[in-house]
Nanobody
Framework: QMQLVESGGGLVRPGGSLRLSCAAS???????GKWYRQAPGKERELVAR????????DYADSVKGRFTISRDKYYHTLYLQMDSLKFEDTAVYYC?????????WGQGAQVTVSS
């Protein structure tokens, strides 16, 4: 059974760092990996993505230079390193992967940036 399990969310002060992890079971991130976030009252937005080969990585302008997406070498875990966090980064973060026939999502991890 395919499952994506996220961890690493929490409460952090502005300027701090967090690392989100998304562990896949019954599947892998060999095709692509994406991180989305959804803040209260806002639509879900794409934050970062990495392709299957790992040679194409894109970030939302709002996180460019502060967030880093990566995978482990076995394609089983997706990461999002978040540095220099801001109040506006507060949201529920979701990992995502799949193929042409499947679309898988993590359960969501709350990230709260507050002083």
């Amino acid at each position: 059974q395919m499952q994506l399990v996220e961890s690493g969310g929490g409460l952090v002060r502005p300027g701090g760092s967090l690392r989100l992890s998304c562990a896949a079971s019954g599947y892998s991130f060999r095709f692509f990996g994406k991180w989305y976030r959804q803040a209260p009252g806002k639509e879900r937005e794409l934050v970062a993505r990495i392709n299957g080969f790992g040679d194409k990585i894109d970030y939302a302008d709002s996180v460019k230079g502060r967030f880093t997406i990566s995978r482990d070498k076995y394609y089983h875990t997706l990461y999002l390193q978040m540095d220099s966090l801001k109040f506006e980064d507060t949201a529920v973060y979701y990992c995502n992967t799949g193929d042409r026939d499947h679309d898988y999502w993590g359960q969501g991890a709350q990230v709260t940036v507050s002083s």
